[in-house]
């Protein structure tokens, strides 16, 4: 309701003082605060009304909700000039005020010209200084106070933990225990939202023991804290357990929030329905972290209609979800539509577009939706620039990004750099990404671990081990990720030295637990050619995951161990928790085919669809058709190859083509080749080949006929050469 009575004021005041502050108070209350502002200048300026410490100290709280500090700095001087500042009332409302504007000098000052401060000024004036970071002064002013009441206590506590001091807030409620003050919900819910587990836990206690089970706040803080510690079952007891069931939406909300976050999603999804059945309304919050839960595109939809359906289509947060939610799921369209609905788009709101459209690879359309952000007048942060970096295409993109980065001084920011070096490297320019790593100051350590991956995907193995060198020299310490990268790149220049450094320096650090370094061990030892030392890895990992099994499985194969490797798969096959994936059977189909195990290999390459479920890759049909070919099975390897929804490239028919030429078979071997020249045709391999099968065959004239042909066609063989001088 929009109120006009102030309008007729000046002309024919007929309201009485009283009658005008409740006015004053309504407008505030319906947060018409300009109204109220105007409402007080013109009884100030009234001939027949002064404003009284009523007028006035509303005046004030309508300057504190609408973050007015000049409106505020003059209803001040007002109460200076009038004497009203006396009233408690007044002065507490300037507390208010001036602590909202981070003010901490106003605050002292009121403060100490206050006679009578009451529990609401000394809450005001510690919470203040506790949060602007004067916590020396707070416990001065705490320690002179004739008595503190448990509110005061609270403010300290409560200031003291929620802007970083955390050791402070537990002292004070150990102290506060100690001198008989009885806690209330207030205390046990400040403190519960820091603690460590066994603090925790004696804290939950002490709420037993004093009562406070029935109280929603202490309720609420309780389940924030164990599930911030991944204990979901003590949340579940503490959530039922409650005395009375005294659930309310900020409950359900941590109970939902909570079980996202350890990836139960499931039961979110049960929590939100016991939360409508309890007759709670959901929350914003509520569906933020609901929709949020959603893995499955169908549940997201209805939870997302629901949303809509009660009025929260344009909660930013809630679009911003919903958003997140379609492209995981893989419907960009949906995402997209959400996203256009959305009237008042955040900065979170074009971040999480563009990453839809980075993580779908379309650069295009994340580099659209980042012009459109900065026409709305958005400013990029890191999180832009690293989703457009990751789905930039080009290098000249990555240069123009790059200037967008300098030009908004986002280049000092770490991960804005880190993802420069890892844009410019993956399109292979590692002399630009390696200037950006050089100008960095400080570097942390995915600095180091991006330079020294991306110059091993680039072909500078040896450079990234002189890297890692200097990293170790200027202090930081790497991480398994980093010393998994160091084998592989020793792995990729069979460099055993190397590779037994990194494996004691590991062992030294205690860090060989690590399944990830395990792995690349395996792999390094078998590049070096070192099959027993990759073996002994194996044997002494406590937990082997998939990968472990694929690398032994993988090394069998380099070395020609074709039945080790069957074994090693069926070994893995009977060990707990662990089950084949794709790398899985490219690696032991490879060993198959290199070992002529033709029964070993139709038998897994069979159970790979029949047993497990996994459909076959390029890779897969590669490897069978190889097996079959090299074996003479000339025939089935055909059927195969011509079979339907069968998936083959180039190197497959290579594969058939080498197998015609072994066994002789000229009529399969003039298909083979007649498919090749339609994709190669200028590759003279393919006429020498077919010209040799010819030639064994007994049929010169075919092969002279080959030769005429790559004559005419001006195909040349490339001729042999050497270094070696005779």
């Not at 999603?265 to 709670?280: S, T, Y």
């Amino acid at each position: 309701m929009k109120f006009q009575y102030y309008h007729h004021i000046p002309t024919a005041i007929t309201e009485t003082l009283i009658k005008l502050n409740r006015l004053l108070v309504n407008l505030t209350r319906s947060h018409q605060y300009t109204d109220s502002f105007k409402l007080f200048h013109q009884i100030h300026a009234s001939h027949r009304l002064r404003p009284d410490q009523y007028t006035l100290s509303t005046a004030l709280a309508a300057a504190f909700h609408h973050r007015n500090t000049l409106v505020g700095s003059q209803l001040h001087t007002h109460a200076l000039k009038t004497g009203l500042k006396s009233y408690s009332h007044v002065a507490n409302t300037l507390l208010s005020l001036y602590a909202k504007s981070e003010d901490l000098e106003s605050v002292k000052w009121v403060f100490g010209e206050m006679k009578n401060p009451d529990v609401y000024s000394w809450t005001t004036l510690l919470s203040a200084c506790t949060k602007l970071g004067q916590v020396g002064y707070a416990f001065k002013m705490f320690d002179e106070m004739p008595e503190r009441s448990v509110e005061v206590w609270n403010a300290v506590i409560t200031g003291c933990a929620e802007n970083g001091y955390a050791e402070i807030a537990f002292d004070l409620f150990v102290r506060m225990h100690r001198v008989g003050v009885r806690h209330d919900n207030y205390t046990f819910a400040s403190v519960l939202s820091l603690c460590c587990l066994d603090f925790g836990r004696q804290v939950h206690s002490l709420v037993i023991r004093t009562g406070f089970l029935g109280r929603a706040s202490v309720v609420n803080a309780q389940l924030t804290m164990y599930f911030s510690w991944g204990y979901v079952e003590e949340a579940y007891e503490v959530f039922e357990e409650a005395e009375g069931r005294v659930h309310d939406q900020i409950t359900y909300n941590a109970m939902i929030a909570g079980l996202v976050s350890v990836g139960r999603d499931e039961d979110a999804l049960i929590m939100f329905v016991e939360m409508q059945n309890a007759c709670l309304r959901p929350t914003e919050r509520t569906f933020v972290s609901v929709i949020s839960s959603c893995s499955s595109a169908r549940i997201g939809h209805q939870v997302h209609a629901q949303a809509i359906k009660m009025g929260f289509e344009m909660f930013t947060s809630v679009s911003n979800a919903a958003v997140t939610m379609y492209s995981s799921c893989g419907d960009l369209i949906s995402a997209r539509v959400v996203f256009e609905r959305l009237e008042e788009k955040d900065l979170i709101s074009w971040n999480t577009m563009i990453t839809s459209y980075a993580q779908e690879n379309l650069c295009g359309a994340a580099t659209l939706a980042y012009i459109h952000m900065q026409r709305e007048g958005i400013e990029p942060d890191e999180f832009t620039i690293g989703s457009l970096l990751a789905s930039s295409e080009s290098i000249e993109i990555d240069g123009m990004i790059q200037a967008l980065v300098i030009k908004n001084g986002l280049i000092f920011i770490l991960e804005v750099s880190n993802a420069l070096i890892s844009a410019f490297s993956r399109h292979g320019k590692m002399k630009q990404a390696y200037e950006i790593f050089s100008d960095m100051s400080p570097k942390n350590l995915i600095s180091w671990n991006t330079v020294i991956s991306s110059l091993l995907l680039n072909g500078f193995a040896v450079q990234g081990l002189k890297q890692l060198s200097l990293m170790l020299l200027s202090g930081l310490r790497p991480n398994a990720y980093t010393l998994s990268i160091v084998l592989s790149i020793c792995a990729s220049i069979s460099s055993l030295r190397h590779g037994k450094q990194v494996h004691g320096y590991l062992l030294r650090q205690g860090l060989f637990s690590e399944a990830l370094l395990g792995n690349a061990l395996i792999t390094m030892y078998a590049k070096s050619g070192v099959l027993d030392s990759s073996l002994r890895v194996f044997n002494t990992m406590i937990d082997k995951d998939t990968v472990s099994w694929n690398s032994l499985i993988s090394a069998y194969a380099q070395h020609g161990e074709g039945k080790r490797a069957v074994h090693c798969f069926e070994a893995m096959l009977d060990s707990d928790g662990v089950k084949p994936d794709q790398a899985t059977f490219t690696s032991v189909l490879s060993a198959c085919s290199h070992a002529g195990l033709v029964d070993d290999g139709t038998r897994i390459f069979n159970s790979m669809v029949n047993v497990y479920g996994l459909e076959p890759g390029i890779d897969h049909f590669s490897c069978i058709v190889d097996l079959l070919g090299r074996a003479g099975y000339l025939d089935e390897a055909e059927r195969l190859i011509n079979g339907k929804h069968i998936q083959v490239d180039l190197n497959t028919w290579w594969a058939l083509f080498g197998s015609c030429a072994a066994h002789g078979n000229l009529r399969l071997g003039r298909i083979v080749a007649e498919f090749l020249l339609d994709k190669e045709q200028n590759n003279p391999a393919v006429y020498v080949q077919l010209a040799n099968i010819y030639a064994n065959a007994g049929q010169w004239e075919g092969a002279a006929t080959l030769r005429e042909m790559m004559k005419r066609h001006g195909v040349m063989k490339q001729p042999g050469r050497s270094w070696i001088r005779t």
